[in-house]
């Protein structure tokens, strides 16, 4: 599976941004797809996630209830909006498929990621 991820950008704290990252090749509607992203100096973390058929979206709690992810089916897109954007969430985004929803929140049996895409928050 090969993915393709576009958004990100700068913005002023309080704003939103919309990241996307479009899945292909063999067997690319069967992962389960999602986001993590890596601050300056940090480890990767896990940000949202959402299984193959669109159900069962998982989210850090650092970002609950600011971002959502939803999925168009069709496309074997990802979509990841962004509101209420704080300096703390200034990162690289990656796109990541993985097996499932439950082992992709742990970072496990990962099978693909997309180039990283700047995300910067200004206060």
């Known amino acids: 599976v090969q993915l393709q991820a576009s958004g990100g950008g700068s913005v002023q704290a309080g704003g939103s941004l919309r990241l996307s990252c479009a899945a292909s090749g063999r067997s690319a509607s069967t992962y389960a797809l999602g986001w993590f992203r890596q601050g300056q100096g940090l480890e990767r973390e896990f940000v949202a996630g959402?299984?193959?058929?669109?159900?069962?979206?998982r989210y850090s709690d650092s970002v609950k209830d600011r971002f959502t992810i939803s999925r168009d089916i069709a496309r074997n897109t990802v979509y990841m909006q962004m509101n209420k954007l704080a300096p703390e969430d200034t990162a690289v985004y990656y796109c990541?498929?993985?097996?499932?929803?439950?082992?992709?929140?742990?970072?496990?049996?990962?099978?693909?990621w997309g180039q990283g895409t700047q995300v910067t928050v200004s206060s």
């Open positions: 959402i299984r193959w058929n669109g159900e069962g979206a």
């Open positions: 990541a498929a993985g097996v499932g929803i439950a082992t992709m929140t742990l970072g496990k049996f990962l099978q693909a």
